[in-house]
């Protein structure tokens, strides 16, 4: 299967700070990617859907000030997370897609996010 | 209705028992099915995807799907303590995200 890469697997950093995630396909072009968040116990949350060269997508509820995503590469997506706050503390997965690849969404190993 | 239910378990089995996880959905528009595995604190690996109806399977794996019923299968024959994590349907069709059901978190006991 298609690799996906996310880094980094864990951050833990100061309320007010901006974090920025990388997510990368490996071995493939990625032409959509997702950007994923889990609370504990639960299941995958979209937050938004990013196409390489355009403005991302955000679902109902995602602030997409607070949530800024790139994808300014057919390789790479970024997620930033804008002055966090410990509410914004979470797990956050990266997925990508290309027309190669059919429909699969491929996954990154996910971010643990920690604010204090 | 939700677009897919999942029973969330847990579901406790012993070593060596065949599985099976289900999941039902509700829009006839969906054209592909996939069943993902997640071990905690990672992201979810491809496990199965068909886009039919009738069964795949993989080694100790087989997906069934039944688009009539609306509902699809995954079976695990053989199960082992490595199994043991938390398995996600996933449905789409045309370009549109993935719709994932909650997960079923199985343990596998030795």
């Known amino acids: 299967g298609a690799v996906v890469s996310q880094h980094p697997s864990r951050v833990i950093c100061k309320s007010g700070t901006s974090v920025k995630i990388e997510c990368r396909s490996l071995?493939?072009?990625?032409?959509?990617m997702f950007w994923y968040r889990q609370f504990p116990k639960q299941s995958l949350m979209l937050m938004a859907t990013s196409n390489e060269g355009s403005k991302a997508t955000y679902e109902q509820g995602v602030e997409k000030d607070k949530f800024l995503i790139n994808h300014a590469s057919l390789t790479l997506s970024t997620l930033t997370v804008t002055s966090a706050h410990p509410e914004d503390s979470s797990f956050y997965i990266c997925?990508?897609?290309?027309?190669?690849?059919?429909?699969?969404?491929?996954f990154g190993a996910g971010t643990r996010l920690s604010v204090l | 209705q939700k677009e897919v239910e999942q029973d969330p378990g847990p579901l406790s089995v012993p070593e060596g028992a065949i599985v099976s996880l289900n999941c039902t959905y509700s829009?006839?528009?969906?054209?592909?099915f996939m069943w993902y595995r997640q071990y905690s604190r990672k992201g979810p690996e491809l496990l199965m995807y068909?886009?039919?109806?009738g069964n795949k399977e993989d080694g100790r794996f087989t997906a069934q799907v039944d688009k009539s019923s609306k509902y699809i299968s995954l079976f695990i024959r053989d199960s082992q303590p490595s199994d043991s994590a938390t398995y996600l349907c996933?449905?789409?069709?045309?370009?549109?995200?993935?719709?994932f059901g909650k997960g079923t978190r199985l343990s596998v006991i030795a």
């Open positions: 996933a449905m789409g069709s045309g370009n549109t995200p993935l719709v």
């Open positions: 068909t886009y039919s109806s």
């Open positions: 997925s990508a897609r290309s027309a190669s690849q059919g429909n699969i969404q491929y």
């Open positions: 071995d493939f072009q990625a032409t959509t």
């Open positions: 829009n006839s528009a969906f054209q592909y």
